[in-house]
């Protein structure tokens, strides 16, 4: 005894024909997917490199020597400009030939020298507000350093300041951006793909023929999320082989847990693109529909920005994100060996989501019936 029907066996291959049967249409559900991957692997990063610094020493002394020679070998920066007065230091900011500016005092070694605190000016160009904090930041850890290696010259013992990054030891943004792509990336297929497939039966006419079939709506639904599923979790685990064995990312969890999840997570977004296109007359409104859904999804999942920076009832929203609960767990499956109870305490919202899309969806079909 088969697990399906003959019927819908058989609505199922027809729904996967219609998807590949085309060539064109083969090459673009796998190549522009990889292509994104590659392509956004190196451009979707918030690393700030060879960045134009610039610096008026009105000290000149030891210390604010050591503080220019460290911040000019600093892996960040791309060139160091001394500047001879403030004006043209307000002029550099003002014509972008510099993203942040550094104001050391004449009384800065001397400050050193005596235990005293040594402040800094550092100005920094706020319409570059992102990297010009990330650099801000760089240039902070710089003296903080600075000011440990001083200390400790000063008290006569050799105790240095250690920083250890867990997880990301070298902090490699592809580290974190290519497991993120894959998830992002396979999402946006999937989505598209069931968007476009009941919309496209009402398009040429034969979603009527359909309904007064003796198939069910269920039949219909699972003969329209089965492809989805197929091609979607397919194209999620080729990006993760992508990663660990392109981008050389270090997978250190699961395999198994990984396909599972994304199995659910592709399952969660196939029925949310059957929602948009049971709800859609036409194809075009089903690509603006599923535009209009990803979108918001991915600013809200924390892929660019942490959720836990937005307000609390976006917060609330983003619980309702499959791609948010699956970012933590692909990111994690990676480099930290996520147990399987975080796991799981990731995995049923988006279960949940699945199972409220999808009846929502069959409820769409049925009404039509009516």
Known sequence: MTLLSPRLRAQIIKELLSILRDRRARALLIGPPLMQLLIFSFAATLEVRHAAIAVYDRDGGRWSQELVAQVSAAAFVGSVTTMQSPEQLQAAIEQ??????????????????????????????????????????????IAGNLGATIQAESSGNNDRVAVRHWFNPNLIYQWFIVPSLAGTLAMFTSLIVTALSIARERELGTFDQLLVSPTTPTEIIVAKAAPALVIGTTLGMLMVGAGVFAFGVPFTGSLGLLFLTMLLFILSIV???????????????????????????????GFATPVENMPTVLQWVAEAIPLKHFLIIVQGTFVKTLPAAEVAAQAWPMALTALVTLSIATLLVRSRLQ
């Open 96 to 141: 972008r030939q510099v993203l942040l500016a550094i104001d050391i005092p004449e009384t800065f070694s001397r400050d050193v020298a005596a235990g005293r605190p040594a402040p800094l000016q550092v100005i920094v160009d706020g319409r570059r507000a992102n990297s010009g904090q990330v650099a801000l930041r760089y240039v902070e850890s």
């Open 271 to 301: 029925g949310l693109g059957l929602m948009i296109s049971s709800i859609c007359a036409t194809q075009q409104q089903a690509i603006l529909g599923a535009f209009a859904t990803g979108v918001p999804m991915i600013l809200m999942s």
